[in-house]
């Protein structure tokens, strides 16, 4: 598995914005995606947005026109700004990697830790 480390989270009243950040470190032969899921108190997980190693992006209709997704290939990073934050938008966002590792052929895919955001007055 890589290391994912996450940062960003935080409190932040609605209509504001915040910015997450996750890297990702290891033995890494080719990065096939990166993203955020979000996982709200007692529900599933759902995809929030994606980004394709070639750069194409996906993302949930409730991000769609607020949150931006974008990599650094460089650097194994991916990042999420969002901004009109709504209450709603309020969950712990993980961060992942599918990648192929220096030692397999497998398609493989490693979670940070989350991150919470929490949108309130």
């Known amino acids: 598995q890589v290391q994912l480390v996450e940062s960003g989270g935080g409190l932040v009243q609605p209509g504001g914005s915040l910015n997450l950040s996750c890297a990702a470190s290891?033995?890494?032969?080719?990065?096939?995606?990166m993203g955020w899921d979000l996982q709200a108190p007692g529900k599933e997980r759902e995809l929030v947005a994606t980004?394709?190693?070639?750069?194409?992006?996906t993302y949930a209709n409730s991000a769609k026109g607020r949150f931006t997704v974008s990599m650094d290939n460089a650097k194994n990073s991916v990042f999420l700004q969002m901004n009109s934050l709504k209450p709603d938008d309020t969950a712990v966002y993980y961060c992942?990697?599918?990648?192929?590792?220096?030692?397999?052929?497998?398609?493989?895919?490693?979670w940070g830790q989350g991150t919470l955001v929490t949108v309130s007055s």
């Open positions: 992942y990697i599918r990648y192929r590792p220096t030692w397999s052929l497998s398609n493989l895919v490693s």
């Open positions: 290891g033995n890494i032969f080719r990065v096939s995606a």
């Open positions: 980004v394709s190693g070639g750069g194409t992006t």
